[in-house]
């Protein structure tokens, strides 16, 4: 069982940066693999950025590749998302997920995690 609270978000112009944080509660944290989703008003949640439980291998949805940056340390239970240049179309409550797994899986689909933090709302503006 792991708990997931995100941190961070707020109003940000575009062109800005903002880094979105992530705790996770318990002692087994480099078992988890981690994921960053978001969802927009209307819209459904859809995958932005995972990462390996030691950080060596990371993925991005193709509309995040080269502006946000997914990393974590272990030693703080912390995985980032680290937003370079938002853009009003990455206004989203943005969320936290983890799969406790020693095997990889399907990380852009929703339904691979088990666990989910609160979310995080992110406005960019223009």
């Known amino acids: 069982q792991v708990q997931l609270v995100e941190s961070g978000g707020g109003l940000v112009q575009a062109g800005g940066s903002l880094t979105l944080s992530c705790a996770a509660s318990?002692?087994?944290?480099?078992?988890?693999?981690m994921g960053w989703f978001r969802q927009a008003p209307g819209k459904e949640r859809e995958f932005v950025a995972a990462i390996s439980w030691g950080g060596g291998s990371t993925s991005y949805a193709d509309s995040v590749k080269g502006r946000l940056t997914i990393s974590r340390d272990n030693a703080k239970n912390t995985v980032y998302l680290q937003m370079k240049s938002p853009k009003p179309e990455d206004t989203a409550v943005y969320y936290c997920a983890a799969k406790s797994t020693q095997t990889i899986g399907v990380v852009r689909s929703t339904r691979w995690y088990d666990y989910w933090g609160q979310g995080t709302q992110v406005t960019v503006s223009s």
């Open positions: 318990g002692r087994t944290f480099t078992s988890y693999y």
